[in-house]
């Protein structure tokens, strides 16, 4: 897909973020509720990137400038579901790694049900760097995983 923007989320944006994470999996399984999912979206600390599509909200990544080991952290990234699996959620991706340039290191978690979003990552360079079992619920782990943005 090639008519997608992607900028910086304003606080509106936040909003829309939050109910779109609210109403998707893997939060519905992981049971994060709509207000958990506002107090979440609206936190300062993280960048939120919006994806747009002829100027119609269409998904977005919320990142953590330096969540993991001093490195940015992607700890959200959702696309609506009319429009998944058509590169949107590559492009935010594409965003969240070249957000900041001096970094070296990318780090996400993925939860070990979300086949999918693994494969996603997986395909993108991201190699399984360590797993929380029963993190979030029961008999699920959260998956961390990494990727070097500059070679050595
Ligand atoms: C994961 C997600 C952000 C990817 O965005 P996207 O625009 O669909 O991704 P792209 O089109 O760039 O890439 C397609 C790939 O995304 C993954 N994907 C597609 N639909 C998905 C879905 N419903 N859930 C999880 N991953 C999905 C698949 O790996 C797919 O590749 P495939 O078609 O070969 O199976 C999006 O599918 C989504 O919002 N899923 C639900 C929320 C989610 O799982 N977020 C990740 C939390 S760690």
Redesign the pocket.
């Known amino acids: 897909m090639t008519d997608i923007d992607i900028d910086l989320g304003s606080d509106a944006d936040r909003e829309w973020s939050a109910k779109l994470m609210a109403s ?3 939060w519905l399984t992981l049971g994060r509720d709509s207000a958990t999912c506002l107090a979440y979206c609206r936190d300062p600390q993280f960048v939120v990137l919006m994806a747009r599509r002829v100027g119609a909200r269409c ?1 977005f990544l919320l990142l953590h400038p330096t969540g993991v080991a001093g490195s940015p952290y992607i700890a ?6 009319a ?11 594409d965003a969240a790694e070249r957000w900041f340039p001096k970094a070296r290191h990318m780090f ?4 070990s049900f ?1 086949t ?2 693994r ?2 990552y997986k ?1 993108r360079g991201y190699t399984r760097v360590g797993e929380f079992p029963d993190y979030v619920i029961a008999d699920a782990s959260e998956i961390l995983m990494h990727k070097r943005l500059v070679q050595p």
């Open positions: 998707s999996e893997p998904g959200s990234i959702a696309v609506i579901a429009v998944r699996g058509q590169g949107v959620g590559s492009e935010l991706l996400l978690c993925v939860s979300n999918r979003a494969k996603l395909r």
